[in-house]
């Protein structure tokens, strides 16, 4: 398909930029395919325009598991997974993935996101963007931007400074945008007192100019105020339909606020879109059966294990009671996808892989967030004398979900009593957290054994937790989020901004970079995961590319007779700056697969980015010269290496990209 603008009337152009119901684009007359919009993150979530029902595909883990599993190569996995079955279901353009920053635990939709850590998020989203566009399915990365919580979303104003928007909010887009998302999707809140929607710095200045975005800019769903002004800051097309949008822009252009050149500027980019979904080819190559393997696969990767005392898991025999039905497949809101799978539960799994070895027996309990059939007292009767006891925890879809935000990091307390009692009578405890986000943990951690978080994992979330804990699989998954003390503890605490305006007062000390600013002791750090295998880092080099190109090689060897996975990570640390700059950044990471006793060489490249912060009254990157360390880790807090380099640059080169 080729469409020639010139065919169209002014009337077509202008009803272009605007949906034609709730998940389609216009067709100008039936001149033109429609465009068919439909959610994501974690699974194709298509609604039935007639029907509104929602279309059975695969429930991937959410973007907090595969967040959790550090793997590019998952994550284009993921994202081509999910296309599969966009190419079934006719679905043109997925609206995912979300790469909205970790501010604060308690935000509701942090399932949905990646990570507290930009670099992290970014790099993970292009791949999926990679993953999803290889097959001839577009997407939409969201919310852009600073949309960092669900209270008041539409109206709120994030209020912060340039520097805190150029090094937090804005490079996870930076970098995802690289992989050129067929579109962008503007958050709802204003961002310094404009709206995402009519913010012409943000949106073409920024995401179009400097960025290189080449594709649609979409509104979120109802984030247009005024069509005509958000039209002139460059939004293409206004999501879902609304009957005062052609009016509003009709109007616009009469009065001359708008011109038909700016509204062909538009319809240029809409065509352009409509052309891309005609045109571009599109092949299933996985059947039902491969897609879910392959959200097994992620699932798998992206659990965390993150207590083994006595090395009490994997299970070895003996008798095992599992408590708890409890398992949310993922969050709410549009992202709650529906599967045509039916899950086992974690007793039948495991029980399969234990077969021979071990008892697994089902409690009476069930321990969810509401205080009915908690059976507290026969789930105690039941755990004494066992060998081991498995409890389910965590949040589902009623907790976490879009519109509105946790109102606290602590399981229910029916849960935490559930632990609690039940560590009373049997001291071999091990607990399985579903969450989307960070749990505190203070009440009962330290009377268990063992704490697995397995995110929100999916269709295949009871399979994959399942043989981690029968030792099938080698646990490899790390934190993408730092998991505080508390609450009280984190950048934000209770604040969730007065409804009027949320300031961003913390600035670029987000996640681990305000735990380390503040030395706050955390509960598990960001980057923090452990194995069944053990291993060792060594032989620290940095081989020098160019002024500011470094390649930081190291070895990383598995120490144990497990095979297993590592992921290692970089960060960069300025020795003495100028202005205020974080301990450390993160500035790479690699996952490696290492038998027992293998070693092998990782090799990691820093450009000048890696060092520099941005310069608010040069309005530009800026390398200060002086020394930096490169910091190797197993996470944030457990650096192995380190290596200190010294960067002399002339005047002229210290400004950057
Ligand atoms: C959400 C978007 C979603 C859209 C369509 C909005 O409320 O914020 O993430 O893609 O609805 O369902």
Redesign the pocket.
């Known amino acids: 398909m080729k469409c020639d603008i010139k065919t169209l009337t002014l009337e077509e152009k202008i009803k272009l930029l605007t949906g034609k119901n709730c998940w389609q684009s216009e067709t100008a007359s039936g001149k033109l395919p429609d465009v068919f919009f439909s959610?994501?993150p974690h699974g194709l979530r298509k609604i039935d325009i007639e029907t509104e029902a929602t279309e059975k595909a695969t429930v991937m883990p959410s973007l907090v598991v595969l967040a959790n599993t550090w793997d590019v190569e998952l994550a284009r996995l993921d994202g081509a997974t999910i296309a599969d079955d966009c190419i079934e279901k006719g679905a043109d353009v997925l609206?995912a993935p979300?790469i909205n920053i970790k501010r604060t635990p308690l935000c509701g939709r942090n399932f949905e996101y990646f990570s507290e850590d930009p670099f992290l998020a970014g790099t993970l989203a292009k791949a999926y963007i990679e993953g999803v566009q290889s097959k001839g399915i577009g997407t939409?990365l969201?919310?852009y931007c600073v949309n960092n919580r669900e209270y008041d979303r539409f109206y709120q104003s994030s209020e912060l400074d340039e520097r805190t928007l150029r090094e937090i909010y804005l490079p996870a887009f930076e970098i995802a945008v690289q992989a050129q998302p067929w579109t962008v999707?503007c958050s709802?809140n204003p961002i310094n007192g404009v709206w995402a929607s009519e913010n012409k710095w943000l949106l073409n200045d920024v995401l179009r100019e400097e960025f290189g975005f080449e594709g649609v800019i979409i509104s979120?769903?109802?984030a247009v105020h005024n069509s005509w002004r958000a039209m002139k800051a460059t939004l293409d097309l206004e999501m879902p339909y609304r009957p005062q949008a052609y009016q509003e822009l009709k109007v616009g252009f009469e009065k001359g606020y708008i011109t038909e050149a700016e509204i062909d500027a538009r319809v240029e980019k809409i065509l352009q879109l409509m052309e891309k979904t005609q045109n571009d080819k599109k092949v299933v190559t996985t059947t039902k059966e491969q897609r879910h393997q392959n959200a097994l696969k992620i699932a798998r990767s992206g659990i965390v294990l993150l207590k083994n005392e006595e090395n009490i898991l994997p299970l070895k025999q003996g008798s095992i009671l599992v408590l708890g039905s409890f398992y949310g497949m993922g969050g709410g809101?549009?992202a709650l996808g529906q599967t045509e799978y039916c899950p086992r539960s974690l007793r039948e799994e495991l029980a399969e892989r234990l077969a021979g070895k071990c008892e697994v027996v089902n409690g009476f309990a069930k321990v969810d967030n509401k205080n009915w059939a908690t059976g507290m007292r026969f789930a105690a009767q039941e755990a004494y004398g066992k060998d081991v006891v498995v409890i389910c925890v965590g949040n589902n879809e009623q907790i976490e979900s879009?519109a509105f935000d946790r109102t606290t990091l602590r399981l229910s307390a029916t849960q935490e009593d559930m632990i609690i009692n039940t560590a009373k009578v049997n001291k071999n405890v091990i607990v399985v957290v579903t969450a989307g986000s960070a749990v505190d943990m203070s009440a009962w951690i330290d009377k268990v054994k063992a704490v697995v978080f397995a995110g929100f994992g999916g269709e295949a979330a009871s399979e994959a937790v399942a043989d981690v804990l029968a030792g099938n699989v080698c646990p490899s998954g790390k934190l993408s989020e730092t998991f505080p003390l508390n609450l009280a503890d984190t950048p934000t605490g209770e604040n969730r901004g007065d409804g009027f305006v949320d300031e961003y007062r913390e600035g670029i000390f987000v996640g681990y970079r305000w735990y380390d600013k503040k030395e706050k002791e955390v509960l598990f750090p960001f980057g923090y995961g452990l194995s069944y295998a053990k291993f060792e880092y060594f032989d620290l080099k940095l081989e020098k590319k160019g002024a500011t190109e470094y390649d930081v090689v190291y070895m990383v060897k598995n120490v144990s007779d497990t095979d297993g996975q590592e992921t290692s990570q970089v960060y960069v640390r300025d020795v003495f700056a100028m202005v205020s700059r974080p301990e450390k950044e993160l500035k790479g990471f690699t996952k490696t697969a290492l038998k027992a006793g293998e070693s092998k060489q990782v090799r990691v490249s820093l450009d000048a980015r890696a060092f520099a912060y941005y310069s608010m009254p040069l309005k530009k990157w800026y390398v200060e010269n002086g020394e930096f360390e490169i910091l190797v880790g197993a996470s944030s807090r457990d650096i192995r290496l380190t290596e200190t380099i010294s960067i002399e640059l002339p005047d002229d080169e210290q400004v950057t990209h």
């Open positions: 959610d994501g609206l979300g939409s969201k919310h999707m709802y979120d769903w109802g809101g549009s879009e």
